[in-house]
């Protein structure tokens, strides 16, 4: 199985920028989907982008304008740009993907203060 580690986190001022990685044990693109997927205390996860292995995008509306997901050539490496960041955006980003079976990040931490 995929196994999906991710990286980039951190506490970070509002207004800022971060970009989480996840890189993968697998090229993840040929799978439906590749997203990630936050968490925060007292809320379930909720989905924030995703990338189809067709490469359609989609994002919910919270991060629309603010966040952007990629993938590297190879379809290794997982990628999203948070910019804008507000304490709202605060909480574990975990990385995903879905073909055959899903697999998950074990999650990192994303703060943003201020």
């Known amino acids: 199985q995929v196994q999906l580690v991710e990286s980039g986190g951190g506490l970070v001022q509002s207004g800022g920028s971060l970009r989480l990685s996840c890189a993968s044990s697998?090229?993840?693109?040929?799978?439906?989907?590749n997203g990630w997927y936050r968490q925060v205390p007292g809320r379930s996860r909720e989905l924030v982008a995703h990338?189809?292995?067709?490469?359609?995008?989609w994002y919910a509306s919270f991060v629309q304008g603010r966040f952007i997901i990629s993938r590297d050539a190879a379809g290794t490496t997982l990628y999203l740009q948070m910019n804008d960041l507000t304490r709202e955006d605060s909480g574990v980003y975990y990385c995903?993907?879905?073909?055959?079976?899903?697999?998950w990040g074990q999650g990192i931490q994303v703060t943003v203060s201020g």
């Open positions: 697998e090229a993840i693109s040929r799978f439906n989907t």
């Open positions: 995903h993907t879905r073909g055959v079976y899903e697999a």
């Open positions: 990338i189809t292995s067709s490469g359609s995008y």
